[in-house]
């Protein structure tokens, strides 16, 4: 919404500077001419300048949210506030999230924390981390992560059903309620092109292991 309503200011900014010199450029029409410039075109000037610069911050650099469900705890709580980067895969639609060109998906890490639509509900962006990319066999137990045949363990804390895990250079925290009940997921192969994404909360997260893999096009942004 923030988006659509930053497009107006810029819109009517274009129009008012369009105005300005049709009616001051080299032989612009007599009627226009004749025209009264209003007091408030200047406002229209600086004010679509101003949301020139905040869309191109919005689409391009930079966007606020807050997390809206625990589902990544105990990294992420519910209404925190983070910052994303919207194009670090490639420029995207800031109207609707998705991808403006094929994307550049060479920097998406294993452990890294992004935000994806999910093919049954491509109107909402879910925050997940990815934990397997094309090629990878993935498998998930409670005793943790196996990733190509090798085991990433599951290393208790001082807090009561919190883990740490490590992967690939990433290094977090997990949650896994013991009085529900935790899905498995046996050795899979994840295929070119997708993804596996799993939240922290291991016993409160709709991922890959219900929904499946995910496609990388799918993928929009990930955090500062």
């Not at 990294?75 to 609707?96: M, R, S």
């Not at 997921?185 to 994840?190: R, Y």
Request: charged share 15%; hydrophobic share 45%.
């Amino acid at each position: 919404m923030l988006a659509i309503y930053l497009a107006i200011i810029t819109a009517m900014a274009v129009l008012t500077i369009c105005y300005r010199f049709a009616a001051t450029g080299h032989g612009a029409p007599v009627w226009i001419r004749a025209l009264p410039v209003p007091k408030w075109g200047d406002f229209f000037i600086y004010a679509g300048l101003m949301a020139s610069s905040c869309f191109a911050i919005y689409a391009l650099f930079m966007q606020a949210m807050f997390v809206p469900s625990a589902s990544m705890a105990p990294g992420l709580q519910p209404g925190q506030t983070i910052l994303i980067k919207p194009a670090a895969f490639g420029p995207i639609n800031p109207f609707t999230g998705s991808h403006l060109t094929d994307g550049d998906f060479e920097s998406l890490r294993r452990g890294e924390v992004v935000l994806a639509k999910f093919a049954y509900n491509a109107d909402v962006l879910y925050i997940k981390r990815v934990v397997a990319l094309p090629g990878d066999v993935f498998g998930l137990t409670k005793e943790g992560y196996t990733l190509n045949g090798v085991l990433h363990p599951f290393k208790a804390t001082e807090r009561e059903n919190i883990y740490r895990v490590n992967l690939g250079t990433s290094s977090f925290l997990v949650t896994i309620d013991p009085t529900v009940k935790f899905e498995e997921q046996t050795p899979i192969k994840v295929p070119p092109g997708f993804v596996y994404m799993l939240g922290d909360n291991l016993t409160k997260s709709s991922d890959s292991r219900e929904l499946g893999f995910i496609s990388l096009r799918n993928i929009s942004l990930n955090f500062i």
